[in-house]
Structure formats: structure tokens, C-alpha cells
């Protein structure tokens, strides 16, 4: 009898074991998730579908759906241009660091999106690539761009040079104008779900440990 009792104790124990495991180690409601990726991550209180606009141009032009380079994975979104100076370089490096640090990486499909089509088209995808070699770069014509931004709340706006040189005949000074000016931009990355739905934006200070942890637990929670 003393045998079965310490039998039956033991068996009460490892079942409070498990449930206690599955009281703080099971799936998170939205809440929960929202709490648990704050302040790394912002979730939206409903995924926004924005599919409907996401027709982007390639390096040779060619129109492109962003269903027809996701995959059907999830999609982390970057608003950038190439000859930007230090910022983008700065984020596309921390964006490659966090998908090492992912466990669900290969769930993830990133996007360098151009804001400067003008000089960027031709070699986005070189851009984009020599930062991870998994990266998609992608950007489109201003009128279909300026959709894009508004739809999913992001911003870009051309900065004329400031430094002029007075030497220069004002038809130089144009053209040097054209060909040399910043592009302020949004700096926050966004996430679509594997629909294509909006889901969260991930803020400054964009610390690659943080979001590697905010990412999995998303994509892990909300699959």
C-alpha cells in the first residue's frame, strides 16, 4: 500500500510539472504576445490587408507582385535607398543579424523596398544582397510608390543638397542637384503576415537579439 501511494504521489507531481509547463511555456494570446514583444515590436489589434497594393517593379522593371518573391512566408519590410549614406547600410546589417540569431529564420523572407527608383532600379537586388544573400530588393515607379507608402503608413521625401558651389554655372549646380541628394524616409521595419497582411511595425532602437526574440515569438504565435 505504501508502495502505491508514493507511486500515485509521483504521478500527481509530474502531472503539475506538465501542466505548469504548459501554463508558462504554451502559446500566448494576442495579449500576452503583445506584452511579451513590447517595446520591440508594436502589433497592430488586427492585421491590416494591404495585399492589393503591393505591386513593386524589379531590377529590369519588370512589374511583381511581393506573393510572387514572399513565398508564403512572413515579411519584413525595408524602406530604404541605396546611395543612402549610413542609415540604411546600418539597418539592412542589423536586419542580416537578426535573421541569424532567428530559430524560425527560414520562415522569414526580407524585403529591401527602394524609395529612390530613380537611381536604384538596376541594382537593388546587388544592393540588397551584399548585406544577406537571402534579401529581395524590390521598389516602384513614384505614383504606384507613393500608394505603397501611404497605405502601409510609411514616408519618403527627397532632400535637396545643401552645399552649393559658387563656381559653378547654375546649369551645373542642376544638374549636380539631380544626381546628389538624400531621401528621408520611415526607419521602422514592417511585418506582413504570410497573407500579406500587416502586422507590426518594429520601432527604434532596433537591437538584433530583441527582435530576433520578438520575431520568433510572432511568427511561432500567430502562425
Not at 128 to 137: E, L, Q, R, T, W
Not at 149 to 154: A, Q
Not at 167 to 182: G, L, N, Q, T
Request: one cysteine or more; a neutral charge; proline letters at 4%.
Amino acid at each position: 500500500m505504501h508502495k502505491i501511494t508514493k507511486i500515485f504521489v509521483a504521478l500527481v507531481a509530474l502531472a503539475a510539472i506538465a501542466l505548469a509547463i504548459c501554463f508558462f511555456n504554451g502559446p500566448k494570446n494576442f495579449e500576452e504576445l503583445k506584452r511579451s514583444v513590447a517595446p520591440t515590436a508594436s502589433l497592430y489589434p488586427e492585421a491590416k490587408a494591404v495585399s492589393n497594393v503591393l505591386n513593386f517593379v524589379d531590377d529590369s522593371s519588370s512589374t511583381i507582385h511581393l506573393s510572387e518573391v514572399s513565398g508564403d512566408k512572413w515579411v519584413l519590410m525595408y524602406f530604404g535607398y541605396a546611395s543612402c549614406p549610413d542609415v540604411c547600410p546600418m539597418d539592412l546589417g542589423k536586419i542580416s543579424q537578426t535573421l541569424h540569431k532567428m530559430a524560425q529564420k527560414n520562415d522569414l523572407q526580407v524585403v529591401f523596398v527602394s524609395v529612390d527608383p530613380k537611381r536604384d532600379i538596376g541594382k537593388m537586388s546587388a544592393f540588397s544582397k551584399s548585406f544577406n544573400g537571402d534579401f529581395v530588393g524590390l521598389s516602384a515607379f513614384e505614383n504606384e510608390l507613393r500608394t505603397i507608402s501611404r497605405t502601409l503608413g510609411v514616408y519618403h521625401q527627397v532632400v535637396a543638397a545643401q552645399k552649393k558651389a559658387k563656381s559653378h554655372s547654375h546649369d551645373e549646380i542642376s544638374k549636380k542637384k539631380h544626381k546628389h541628394y538624400d531621401v528621408d524616409h520611415t526607419t521602422s521595419y514592417l511585418l506582413l503576415n504570410p497573407a500579406l497582411a500587416l502586422t507590426a511595425i518594429l520601432s527604434s532602437p532596433h537591437e538584433p537579439d530583441a527582435m530576433a526574440k520578438a520575431l520568433d515569438e510572432i511568427i511561432t504565435t500567430l502562425r
